[in-house]
Every structure is written in structure tokens, then in C-alpha cells.
DNA sequence: ACCTGAACACCGTTCAAGT
DNA sequence: ACCTGAACACCGTTCAAGT
């Protein structure tokens, strides 16, 4: 039986997905795939470029068109989608933030969310900014939410009912509070198009 | 000689700041400080204790008061005052995003933005997610930023005269950047004073 | 072309034992 | 109280050699 890329990748989103990040080692990996190490070295150059791999595929479903047809709607449908690729497997999130340090800058992605920037009607420079700042929240965010969850699910069997774990803790859902931020910037955006946009 | 909990802070930052994060190993900062590895943990439990010690140490100038009047200078100067920090250090930024995963809910900087938020007239709740929309924005434009300088810094003696390295390789000043995202922020924050608050 | 076997140069952490 | 010596259980990566 031949191991394929395509595996690799599949192997190491399983991995990702039952044991988290810091369990996705090159080691274990091969081991899963019933393989030596080194093994992994002809399909990928590092564990860098494997870690690349698994992010692209967690982000795939970006490509999609979106439905919306204003640019706030479909600002707010990407910043969703997105949201909702990092939080598909366990340390989605940390994994690709940590991946696309540099990498972000060729996303696709990015890109889209600053074509609809465009669309609103600021300039294509000030949108790219824009498309940043957008990104740096969702990332952000969903670091910060998704390790809360792996927090809660593993508390919640030693410390059942813990007064509140700080000034998040009453705030009820995790999606609203994700909504304020992303209304936050595309109130910022919307004052932009009202002043001198120049 | 006895080492103390400090000088292994100073350690720790000297390797940090002159070789990157990468190299900051419990048992290179134990060689560095002209002691055996397992010495390190009489002072800390682990690794991850220490490195949010060195990150406390980063983030120390955040507690100096303010002094802009305003809400919206006072923020600016928070910010502003954070990025300085996170750029003092080599890696200080993805070192501080890195270890302030979770820590970040009792991060002092946190709390005085939340603060400010709420002297602008938000909510209390509204304004804790205010301050963490900024510290995302913050910790991920800067560690951006710095993570950029740094592939510049290497680059420039193998790649001279390179066209241009993305689409924000035109853009003149990095502190300009950074201020385009902060005044979308503070520019949704005014508009929701506007609206009803409630 | 694709993988094994085996090594190289590291890690973080623990812990009896020394002083 | 503070540290050494030495080990344990791992890492990522390389590379001759096999098929």
C-alpha cells in the first residue's frame, strides 16, 4: 500500500482532531500510518510544510462563494466561515494562528475579505489594513474561545460548579460574543465611507 | 553564588532577545546560567510557569498610569504602549501571545482597557469585550509585525533588491498601519456610543 | 520511486543524593 | 534550602541502504 500526501495530511487530521496539537508529532504520526519517521521526509520537506498542509485543508471550505450580496453581509458570512473552520478540529484554531505567521499573507482567504473591503468602497490599500485587522480578531477570538472549551471539558470533571472563571464567564453565548467584535469593525469601516475616505 | 528567581528572569530575557524563542530551552538558559537543567525547577515548577514569569516581566510598563485625559487618547496611549512592549524583545510578541493563551483573562493590561471602555460610557460587559477585541488586535498585528522585521532582517543580506514581498510591502510605516486599525476600533466604539447603548 | 534502519543532536522533567 | 548527576521518555531530521 502506497502513502500518498493526501494520506499524510488525512493522518495527521485524525490525529489533530482526537489528541490535539501537541500530540501531532512527526513520531506518532508515522506511527499511525504504520511507517518509519523518516518516512514522512519524502512526501514533505519538514514538519513545517505538513503543518501548512493541514491548515489549507481546515481552511478549504473558504473557497466557497458566499451568499450574501452586500459587502457587510458577506464580510460577516467570511468572518463566520472562517470562525467555523478553525473550531471543526480540536486546536484548529492554535494551529493554523501558529502556522500562518508569514503564511497569512497568501491566503486566500485574506484576500477575499479584503476584495469585499473594496467592494464597500475604501481604497484598495486602506482595505488591506482593514482585511488584517479583521483577521487578527477572528484568530484571536477563536484561539481564545476554542482553548476555553478544552478548558471547560476538562474542569468541568474536577471542578464541577466553580463560581466563574473571570469577567467572561457570565457572558452566555459564545457566538454573540463573537458578533460584538465583528460589529465593532464593520461600524469602524462604515464611518470610514461616511468621512473623507481619501 | 545563589541563583534567585529573578536572575533566571534575566537569563531567560538576555537568550530571548539575542538568539529568539526557538532557543530559549530549559537547558540552554541552565548553561547560560552556569547550572544543571534540574536547578531551574527548584525555582519554577515547568517551563510554562517561567516563560509567564519572562512575559509578566515584557508586560511591566503596562502598569504606569496614563496620561491622556480622553478616553479615546488614553486607549490609544494603552495600545500603543502595549505594542511598544511586545517590540522591546525578540520574539517578545509571540512569546507573550503564545504564553497568554489563557493568562490573558488576569492580564493587568486587560483590565485597565476594560476599564477605559467603560469610562467612554459601554456597558460593563460590552466593554470587557471591547478590550479583548483590541488585545487580539494588538497581540495579532504585532506579532505580525515583528515576525516580518525579523524575515526582513534576514532576507535583506540573501534577497537585495526584492520587487515586493505581499501586499503590504508598499505600505510606508508600520506604526501608520497599526494606527488604521486602532482608529477602526475606536471608531466602533464612538458609534455605539451614538446608538442605544442599552 | 518510495521506504527502512539506525543514528545524530537535541528536548522537558524527575529525583535520589549531596552540601 | 538549594543544587548535582544521572536518568527517563521523548522530539525533528538525515541518510545510507534496501526493494
Tied chains: 1, 2.
Excluded at 519524502?42 to 493541514?54: E, S
Aim: proline share 5%; net charge negative; charged share 20%.
Amino acid at each position: 500500500m502506497q502513502l500518498h500526501r493526501d494520506d499524510v495530511v488525512d493522518g495527521a487530521i485524525a490525529i489533530l482532531d482526537q489528541y490535539g496539537l501537541a500530540d501531532l508529532t512527526m513520531r506518532r504520526l508515522a506511527g499511525a500510518l504504520r511507517v518509519q519517521p523518516g518516512a514522512l521526509y519524502w512526501h514533505f520537506p519538514n514538519k513545517q510544510a505538513l503543518l501548512g498542509a493541514v491548515a489549507d485543508r481546515i481552511l478549504a471550505p473558504m473557497e466557497r462563494p458566499v451568499a450574501a450580496g452586500d459587502w457587510s453581509g458577506a464580510l460577516t458570512e467570511l468572518a463566520h466561515r472562517l470562525r467555523d473552520c478553525l473550531l471543526t478540529y480540536r486546536d484548529g484554531a492554535e494551529l493554523v494562528s501558529a502556522t500562518y505567521a508569514s503564511r497569512l499573507t497568501t491566503s486566500t482567504g485574506r484576500e477575499r475579505l479584503a476584495g469585499t473591503v473594496v467592494r464597500a468602497g475604501i481604497p484598495r490599500e486602506q482595505a488591506e489594513l482593514a482585511a488584517y485587522t479583521l483577521l487578527y480578531y477572528v484568530l484571536g477570538h477563536t484561539v481564545d474561545e476554542q482553548s476555553r472549551m478544552q478548558m471547560d471539558s476538562a474542569g468541568a470533571l474536577t471542578d464541577p460548579p466553580a463560581e466563574s472563571t473571570g469577567p467572561l464567564a457570565e457572558s452566555p453565548d459564545p457566538t454573540a460574543r463573537f458578533d460584538f467584535g465583528l460589529q465593532l469593525f464593520t461600524a469602524g469601516i462604515r464611518h470610514r465611507l461616511g468621512s473623507d475616505v481619501r
